[in-house]
């Protein structure tokens, strides 16, 4: 099973020395996000935590373990090309967004070089707000030219996907998947185990030829006993349980995606879609029924109190950048101002959404508008019945992460 990938690094000194800057500037007010009062996740539960992450992870039953760190540790910056071949690595994420390093307390991963499995790596992370963790299912970069031997102008780019092996345990606050990991232009495949219990999340992927499946699933056995992972049972960890061309199904990749939305269409131009300067992104609405018409979408979803909808439309107005907030407030007088965080995707340091809703014949009302780029409001108006907690969720964020990307 040896890959045949090897494993490089590199180091810079760095001299010693400390910078300290001063910035002085009005205080900006502390707004408050839309996902400041949805339902937390049931994964937020009390969970012993490793004394000491990295040698939990150290436990690892894998061969050879390789610490490029240590230099790290020594004063040196380090450049691996660990990253070209586990393209994956670090890939914790949320049901849509990327999660950030001020999201965790502690985040790290080990690489072997073992001579049954070939280069494998375990990583694990510690959630500062512990919350349902993901990872993503396609995974691509360009390989690091110090290390790949390729021409700079033209690099080669390296890519993995993830599928479910149809081995999955989740009960709403631990969850542990087995999934396959195919990886171009590597030679083998990978076998990666997923576990997340409350806020301490880990994963570790070993080479795996298809054709010897069984040998994978015990070891992947042996690592789950030595770490003390809880979740699935050994009985379900067979080969008659795997599915051996995979596929979407398993709770540890992540579900959500963005829809395309095109508010401003030209009938009379059929390449618009190719040749326009972006689509409006919206997640957490790729399961809802669309309907498209005159520069408006609707979006609906069918409930067990009723349907929601979300009709999302726009409108241009002039706004100068430095007093965008102050002219929007002063056109919606009785909306609440929120603020996009400044990790969401597409969008800028200073992005507002304001919004209003009430409450009608059992069910919420609401508006929120955002300005997302140059000259252009996005209005969002929508609908659910009262008490419907996954609606409102789905929706807030839905708008919360709404962004503009080019449509390539």
């Known amino acids: 099973m040896n890959s045949k990938f090897i494993i490089a690094t590199g180091a ?111 990583m ?29 102008m033209n690099p080669q780019r390296v890519s993995a996907r993830l599928s479910g092996i149809g081995i999955n345990f989740d009960n709403g606050t631990q969850k542990e998947s087995i999934l396959w990991v195919s990886r171009s232009p590597a030679p083998e495949d990978m076998m990666l185990l997923f576990n997340q219990n409350g806020g301490l999340v880990y994963a570790v992927a070993i080479g ?13 056995k042996d690592i789950r006993q030595e770490l003390g992972l809880s979740g699935l049972a050994d009985a379900d960890i067979a080969a008659e349980n795997v599915d051996f061309q995979g596929s979407d199904n398993s709770s540890a990749l992540v579900k959500s995606s963005a829809v395309y939305v095109y508010l401003d269409p030209r009938p009379d131009d059929p390449m618009k879609r190719f040749s326009g300067a972006g689509a409006l992104r919206i997640p957490f609405l790729n399961d809802w029924q669309t309907k498209e018409g005159d520069g408006v979408y609707t979006f609906s979803k069918q409930g067990e109190a009723g349907p929601a909808t979300i009709r999302i439309s726009h409108q241009e107005i002039s706004l100068s950048s430095e007093g965008e907030l102050s002219e929007l407030t002063s056109q919606y007088p009785d909306y609440v101002v929120y603020k996009k965080t400044s990790n969401s995707i597409g969008v800028g340091a200073d992005t507002y959404i304001l919004a209003k809703e009430s409450q009608m014949d059992e069910r919420v009302e609401g508006q929120a508008v955002t300005s997302l780029k140059s000259g252009e409001l996005i209005i969002f108006d929508y609908s659910y019945p009262i008490g419907s907690a996954d609606f409102s969720s789905e929706i807030k964020k839905a708008m919360h992460y709404s962004y503009y990307g080019r449509d390539w």
């Open 124 to 152: 694990a992370a510690i959630l500062k707000e512990p919350q349902e963790v993901f990872l993503g299912s396609n995974y691509s970069s360009f390989v690091n030219p110090v290390f790949s031997g390729v021409d700079i």
């Open 208 to 220: 795996c030829n298809r054709a010897e499946v069984p040998p994978c699933l015990e070891k992947i």
């Open 12 to 122: 810079i000194i760095v001299l010693g020395g400390a910078a300290f800057f001063v910035i002085n500037g009005k205080e900006e007010p502390i707004y408050p996000t839309l996902l400041d009062n949805l339902p937390k996740s049931s994964f937020a539960v009390e969970q012993t935590m490793p004394e000491d992450l990295s040698a939990w992870v150290a436990q690892t039953p894998l061969s050879n373990p390789w610490r490029p760190q240590e230099d790290a540790s020594r004063g040196q910056i380090v450049f691996t090309n660990e990253d070209d071949i586990f393209p994956f690595l670090g890939g914790w994420e949320t049901d849509f967004p990327h999660l950030m390093d001020d999201d965790f307390l502690d985040n790290v991963h080990l690489t072997f070089k073992d001579p049954e499995y070939g280069e494998s790596i375990a």
